[in-house]
């Protein structure tokens, strides 16, 4: 879980829920980790939109997922998109619930191919968010 104390951005998203992201971090292996929360703050209940599932057939097979998630290198003029296990599982959170209660959070987490060493920043894409910067680490 990671340090939730730490805030890199906050993305107000549609029908006041925030993506809030804790953690951007590169490993050893050449993957980047995107940690973070989707906090209801509405005062509603917050139904996750299906789109957030991405429109992969094999992926739906998974149910509820973050799988639409991108993340876009702008110097490198690439797009990288949540890694898939041998089984073409998304790596990313998965089988959550379809809605998010007043006041609480849904903690997340997707994991990408690591842009070159010298990409020090990329923009996050998701559905519902507006494109979000954020530093890498």
């Known amino acids: 879980m990671p340090d939730t104390t730490t805030v890199l951005v906050t993305a107000k998203g549609d029908k006041g829920v925030d993506m809030v992201i804790h953690t951007a ?7 980047l980790t995107v940690s973070g929360e989707f906090k209801n703050a509405s005062g509603n209940l917050f139904s ?8 992969e057939k094999d992926v739906a097979a998974s149910g509820n997922s973050l799988a639409a998630m991108t993340l876009v290198d702008s110097k490198e003029k690439k797009r990288y998109y949540v890694l ?11 089988g959550y619930d379809p809605a998010i209660k007043a006041g609480e959070s849904l903690p997340f987490f997707a ?15 998701f559905v519902g968010f507006p494109n979000t ?4 680490s």
């Open 111 to 125: 994991q990408f191919p690591a842009p070159p060493n010298t990409t020090t920043s990329v923009d996050l894409q």
């Open 133 to 136: 910067p954020i530093e890498i």
């Open 84 to 94: 898939r296990d041998t089984d073409n599982r998304p790596l990313t959170t998965t």
């Open 25 to 31: 971090k590169r490993d050893s292996g050449g993957f």
């Open 48 to 55: 996750v939109p299906p789109q957030w599932n991405g429109m």
